[in-house]
């Protein structure tokens, strides 16, 4: 998990709060993504970034925003937490430009709860 | 809904024993990826073979790809008891988004 890090690690929330979660990087990568974890599902991207600004959808992004004000920041927030949303959040880099291929590092992974 | 697909869900096997997973996906691939997970971490990267190759190899893992049939599978020879893990495939697809679909995972567990 070097050069990633993600926060909160842990955090209980009750539905219809905001929740914001951060990935921080030290590695200087272009790109950098959030997926969520489900039994059963495997990881499903929600959004993901290609640069300072620039942003895009996912296959599960309703219900979730993000931003990316700099290299080293991407943010994801849940404008009003459901239960549904309960699940591990993880935050990946790739810089494609160097490995020539989409090689993910990823965080350690972001536990929330919704209740 | 998922690009790749992971066969068996899950896998037991005898240290020393040999352990095989699959993976199908459904659309044409720039390169196709695998990664470990163990128990409340990340994941991370263990191999990644490009569509014009069919077979590659690294210590103890082998990967192999048929884009004709869509499917792809490692093999983790000699296994141990720190080979338990999960292992997921992803595929970087070339077109629509930069980003990876993974599939759903088989759940290895070597006994000591």
């Known amino acids: 998990d070097a050069g990633i890090t993600q926060s909160p690690r842990h955090k209980v929330t009750e539905t219809g709060t905001p929740v914001t979660l951060r990935c921080h990087q030290t590695?200087?990568?272009?790109?950098m993504y959030w997926y969520r974890q489900d039994p059963g599902h495997g990881l499903r991207l929600i959004h993901y970034?290609?640069?300072?600004?620039?942003?895009d959808k996912g296959e599960v992004s309703d219900g979730y925003s993000v931003s990316r004000s700099k290299t080293e920041d991407f943010l994801l927030t849940l404008e009003s937490a459901t239960s549904s949303q309960t699940s591990v959040y993880f935050c990946a880099i790739s810089d494609r430009l160097i490995s020539g291929a989409n090689v993910l590092t990823f965080g350690a992974g972001s536990r929330l709860t919704v209740l | 809904s998922q690009q790749g697909e992971e066969d068996p869900q899950a896998l037991s096997i005898q240290e020393g024993e040999n352990a095989t997973m699959n993976c199908s996906y459904k659309t044409s691939i720039n390169n196709l990826q695998w990664y470990r997970q163990n128990s409340g971490r990340g994941l991370v990267h263990l191999i990644l073979i490009r569509s014009n190759e069919r077979e590659k190899h690294s210590g103890r893992l082998r990967v192999t790809l048929d884009t004709s049939k869509k499917s792809s599978s490692l093999l983790i020879t000699a296994s141990r008891a720190a080979d338990t893990a999960s292992y997921f495939c992803?595929?970087?697809?070339?077109?629509?988004?930069?980003?990876?679909?993974f599939g759903s995972g088989t759940r290895l567990q070597v006994q000591p």
């Open positions: 590695e200087n990568h272009r790109y």
């Open positions: 992803a595929t970087d697809a070339i077109a629509g988004r930069r980003a990876l679909t």
């Open positions: 970034s290609y640069g300072v600004k620039d942003t």
